[in-house]
């Protein structure tokens, strides 16, 4: 069974940098797309990156230059480096095994989802 789990978020001020993390399990980091998400309170879930394993990362406008992502396959483990970072940037990050630009209610349950982790960025 495909399991995820988010870690690294927290408090950082406007401009600073944070690294998370997505640990998986159950599947191999091979053959598997990784998508890491985005959501505040009362809005979508917005996609802004998409990890290929045969392929160069993608990643919303809003986040390019700023947000990389890269994989571990000996750590079974994708990171999402965050860096330059806004108060728009503040939200619960998740990362699943699909990639799209809106995860929708038939997003949720026939992809794995982590728990997430929260993303604070005061100025």
């Known amino acids: 069974q495909a399991q995820l789990v988010e870690s690294g978020g927290g408090s950082v001020q406007a401009g600073g940098s944070l690294r998370l993390s997505c640990e998986v399990s159950?599947?191999?980091?091979?053959?598997?797309?990784i998508g890491w998400f985005r959501q505040v309170p009362g809005k979508q879930r917005e996609g802004i990156s998409c990890?290929?394993?045969?392929?160069?990362?993608t990643y919303v406008d809003s986040v390019k230059g700023r947000f990389a992502v890269s994989r571990d396959k000996v750590r079974n483990t994708v990171f999402l480096q965050m860096n330059g970072l806004k108060p728009e940037d503040t939200a619960i990050y998740y990362c699943?095994?699909?990639?799209?630009?809106?995860?929708?209610?038939?997003?949720?349950?026939?992809?794995?989802w982590g728990q997430g982790t929260q993303v604070t960025v005061t100025s």
């Open positions: 699943s095994t699909v990639c799209t630009s809106v995860a929708g209610p038939e997003h949720m349950g026939k992809f794995s």
């Open positions: 159950g599947f191999s980091l091979d053959y598997q797309v």
């Open positions: 990890s290929m394993p045969d392929a160069g990362p």
